[in-house]
């Protein structure tokens, strides 16, 4: 049972255009979310993380909303460029250190 | 800052055959974790350490699988014997311990079993 959700496998964006990627939980005692970004041949490195209390949480070009109704959430870049060409991961937490991971989206952000 | 470092980046092996994984944790970091992650999907948790102690290794095949820590700096993730199905990459993260703390990964040792 994949208690978090990435649902799109791959997204390609423009350079200088916004990057929306996606993530859905099924847990309603998750109440800690994070974004991981993972190079090739490198490991997961952490981006921007949102609480529950909170429904969104910025960090320059990078933005996390958090829909707790839904039980959705969303890691917005603005403006994409190259370097953000990655896998990135969401993760969850309910109250523990166990964080559950989705299984990632790559992104492609073209020059 | 050193990052955490992890040994060997590659090891590939026959099915069967015994392998070990080496981690060094960020200084000062009490907190080590080892994930597996299987191609296409997002880490999951194997063991978590608090200094020396092993405080969660409910996912740990415990079966074929063995981890130690001893000093409560490096750690080292043991397989024997390996099936193919444990092909993956082996991930070791680190922090400082607690709950919504920043865990820091290493970038990861990929073992292939044939």
């Known amino acids: 049972d994949q208690q978090v959700k990435q649902n799109s496998p791959s997204l390609s964006v423009q350079e200088g255009r916004i990057s929306i990627l996606n993530c859905d939980y099924t847990?309603?005692?998750?109440?800690?979310f994070l974004w991981y970004k993972k190079y090739p041949a490198e490991g997961p490195t952490f981006l921007i993380s949102?609480?529950?209390?909170?429904d969104k949480n910025e960090d320059g070009r990078f933005t996390v909303f958090l829909n707790k109704s839904a039980k959705h959430l969303s890691l917005h870049i603005v403006p994409s460029q190259p370097g953000d060409s990655a896998v990135y991961f969401c993760a969850a937490s309910g109250g523990t250190y166990k964080y559950i991971f989705g299984t990632g989206t790559r992104l492609k952000v073209l020059a | 800052e050193a990052g955490v470092v992890q040994s060997p980046r590659y090891k590939i092996i026959e099915k069967k055959q015994p392998v070990a994984f080496w981690c060094n944790p960020i200084?000062?970091?009490?907190?080590l974790y080892w994930y597996r992650q299987n191609l296409g999907q997002g880490p999951e948790l194997l063991i978590r350490?608090?200094?020396?102690?092993?405080?969660?290794d409910s996912q740990l095949p415990k079966d074929r699988f063995s981890a130690e820590r001893l000093k409560g700096v490096d750690s080292t993730l043991k397989i024997q014997p390996a099936e193919l199905g444990d092909s993956a990459v082996y991930l070791c993260?680190?922090?400082?311990?607690?709950?919504?703390?920043?865990?820091?990964f290493g970038p990861g040792t990929r073992l292939t079993v044939l």
């Open positions: 993260a680190s922090g400082t311990g607690g709950n919504y703390n920043e865990q820091f």
């Open positions: 350490y608090e200094n020396e102690e092993a405080v969660d």
């Open positions: 200084s000062g970091h009490n907190t």
């Open positions: 847990n309603s005692m998750f109440d800690y």
């Open positions: 949102i609480s529950s209390i909170k």
